[in-house]
DNA sequence: TTGTAAGCGTTATCAT
DNA sequence: ATGATAACGCTTACAA
């Protein structure tokens, strides 16, 4: 079925039938109801791959992940499923490249082979090969996340050295002088993953300025993770009576590793950190923490690519977002006896 | 970048171009050095919409998932991440299609725009409106999980109904007289999403002939919901000591509902189900369930998909999975004093 | 208001 | 062993 098709049967030519579907020329009332009948009836819709090839694009967006194997974070599924929703209320596509692990020609055959208008890329090192593999072509593309230097770069990022160190002062305000701080897994943190260096930054610096001790440790995203790295880190450093985290996959074992170690929270220990929502919420008790607005930022990715897309020569943009502290129960006063 | 602008520099024809790239006709050791060096050196790859234009084909795949905004479980994200892993393997491309919610236009474009060669659809019905629509067409799909009338179609799914029965069986192998059952949503059930329609007929089924009796619930897939859910079974059926659920997503809730009414598992209550197998892990105590195999089941999806594409009038494949249900630390005799 | 025709970048048929 | 050329189905500049 096309076009050729439907003009035959409607009595028209090919090039009103497309003027009829693109409203690009005025076409009689009275044709335009005769194609449009024949269109229905025949459930005719033009071919995307004539299209793309005549129009030189392909209403269709890219959008490289993390190598599928290894699970998704809740946080990425939640970018993953607001670009979705975003492109497709701008009727665009989204073509998934899984990459990083051995697939390679995956992201080769999305970036040079003219398959989208345009690509969003997520887990962004901070020297990311992808990232500079992008920038040799002509291919617009904008990143959650950042590089070490993101200037002249599209981007939508979260701020995790401010909302980390925002952290360390809403702890330090409550009288905590031993601070931790769980960072993501430690070949994440080794592969320059930005958000691990950067809350760290922000961590340290915010110890030093409150004159504290703090220690850092990595931690692999999963629960059962969660609770030894909790217990290790107790019986390293029984002194500490608070933990900052970003580490939302490891929650579940920080909160039974605590649990499992007789600390009552916050009573006895207090948690905070940057997570999605419904991490924070389904932490018991909830998680005060910075919620990271995944919904909004994979629309704003969107957002950003069309733009550029758009208007090629336009100058970078970027969102940084420093989303508030969501004060819910999990951090308290330092217990009397440990000040 | 064109085909045409390979042949000029490599003083060739673009037929001799396209047989290089193709292979389909022989070329002269020369030429085809000749012809690589030009391409290697412009880092040219052939435009896909020109190639799926006269091929007729688009060497993607159409992956159809829940609308987005309802947040995937584990287990349907498991399902993406093997389809997409698979289909990259194939060199294939995915293109998402979020369907369900109000984006019929991003479903009707994938199935009638010729963007893909075939379809892969989860979270299937019982009556599916979207596989009514795709049976109309001629494109090639396969379905995870199947309609209340699977025959002739392609699809891969978990028997529910046989696992959800192995699990009554062990419980009451163990000595349980009095369970429940744990389902997925009520908007779900109601839906008549296949899982809760089979593995409730399961439930009731080996209750029935185990002399057993038994209660059913439905629960939002979220662990908030599952806490109140144990903690109004508990009240409305006090006598209940076992539950089976296969609702993963709820798992947290349960553990720390049982764990807030004081019951030891599996010593006091046990729990059994159906998971993707980390889910089973996470449980405290590790879950006694049968393991879905997401890995294998995109995988194969995939799999008879080609197949299908390939050979269009082949009789219809399908793969039912039963996997043995594994012994964990979440099932245990009934209580003595309870028996 | 409508039609004709060129051309997007491939692949494959038919010549040579 | 290689080249010229006709499609594939669409959009749009140009004619009428």
Redesign the interface.
């Known amino acids: 079925m096309n076009i050729g098709e439907i003009a035959k049967r409607a009595g028209a030519s090919r090039s009103t039938v497309s003027y009829v579907l693109s409203g690009k020329r005025a076409v009689s009332e009275e044709t335009r109801r005769r194609i449009l009948a024949v269109i229905e009836e025949l459930?005719y819709?033009?071919?995307?791959?004539?299209r793309?090839?005549k129009e030189g694009r392909?209403r269709?967006l890219g959008?490289v992940?993390p190598?599928?194997?290894q699970?998704?974070t809740?946080m990425q599924?939640g970018f993953?499923?607001?670009v979705?929703?975003a492109a497709?209320r701008a009727?665009l596509?989204?073509?998934?490249?899984?990459s990083g692990g051995d697939?390679e020609?995956?992201f080769?055959?999305?970036v040079?082979?003219?398959?989208v208008d345009g690509v969003i890329l997520m887990e962004i090192r901070m020297e990311d090969d992808r990232v500079s593999r992008l920038r040799q072509t002509s291919l617009p593309f904008v990143t959650i996340g950042r590089t070490a230097d993101p200037h002249d770069m599209w981007w939508v990022d979260v701020d995790y050295t401010t909302l980390i160190s925002r952290c360390v002062h809403h702890l330090a305000d409550l009288g905590h002088r031993h601070l931790a701080f769980i960072n993501r897994s430690a070949e994440l943190v080794a592969a320059g993953y930005g958000p691990g260096h950067r809350a760290l930054a922000g961590f340290r610096q915010a110890v030093t300025e409150r004159g504290l001790t703090g220690v850092d440790v990595c931690c692999p995203d999963?629960?059962?993770a969660g609770e030894t790295c909790l217990e290790q880190l107790r019986a390293a450093h029984p002194e500490v009576t608070a933990v900052a985290t970003i580490n939302e996959a490891a929650l579940?074992g920080i909160q039974?590793g605590l649990q499992h170690a007789g600390l009552a929270v916050p009573r006895d220990f207090s948690v905070a950190g940057v997570a999605a929502r419904?991490w924070a919420?389904?932490f018991?008790p909830p998680l005060t923490a910075a919620d990271v607005p995944t919904l909004d930022m994979g629309e704003e990715a969107v957002r950003l690519l069309l733009e550029r897309i758009a208007t090629p020569e336009a100058p970078p943009r970027h969102v940084l977002h420093a989303p508030p502290i969501s004060l819910r129960a999990s951090t308290g006063p330092v217990p009397p006896a440990l000040r």
Not at 93 to 98: E, G, I, N
Not at 112 to 115: F, I, L, S
Request: hydrophobic letters at 35%; charged letters at 35%.
């Open positions: 459930d819709r033009p071919n995307a791959a004539a793309a090839l392909t269709t959008l992940i190598p599928a194997s699970r998704l809740d599924l993953v499923a607001s979705v929703e497709a009727d596509d989204v073509l998934l490249s899984p697939h020609r995956s080769e055959r999305v040079t082979g003219r398959r999963e629960p059962s579940p039974r419904h919420e389904d018991r």
